[in-house]
């Protein structure tokens, strides 16, 4: 079993850019594919991106294409969400999850199997 852990969550002026980071505890993150989800409050938990076990393949959600990149680096056990020209809509818990099915980048969070406890992102206008 993996566990996910967030970080890099904060407040920050529309238009900065903002890095999370996801590292788990116990197996490695590498044996897995990622994603990153996001919940606004009153709003259901929405994709955003997510990459394989390799980093070989990547999906994006319409509304972060072209702002948001998803890389990782297995030796060093994370991944990371960049997130560019911010908009005060980016505003969310934002969760990493993994998910078993290595090649895999799925926008379905039902299809990931692992959470973490989210970490606060605040785009102010």
């Known amino acids: 079993q993996v566990q996910p852990v967030e970080s890099g969550g904060r407040l920050v002026q529309a238009g900065a850019s903002l890095r999370l980071s996801c590292a788990t505890s116990?197996?490695?993150?590498?044996?897995?594919?990622v994603g990153w989800f996001r919940q606004a409050p009153g709003k259901e938990r929405d994709f955003v991106a997510a990459?394989?076990?390799?980093?070989?393949?990547?999906n994006y959600a319409d509304s972060v294409q072209g702002r948001f990149t998803i890389s990782r680096d297995n030796a060093k056990n994370t991944v990371w969400l960049q997130m560019n020209s911010l908009k005060p809509e980016d505003t969310a818990v934002y969760y990493c999850?993994?998910?078993?099915?290595?090649?895999?980048?799925?926008?379905?969070?039902?299809?990931?199997?692992?959470w973490g406890q989210g970490t606060q992102v605040t785009v102010s206008s």
């Open positions: 999850a993994a998910n078993r099915q290595i090649t895999a980048v799925s926008s379905i969070a039902g299809e990931y199997d692992y």
């Open positions: 990459i394989t076990w390799s980093g070989g393949r990547e």
């Open positions: 116990g197996r490695t993150l590498s044996r897995y594919a």
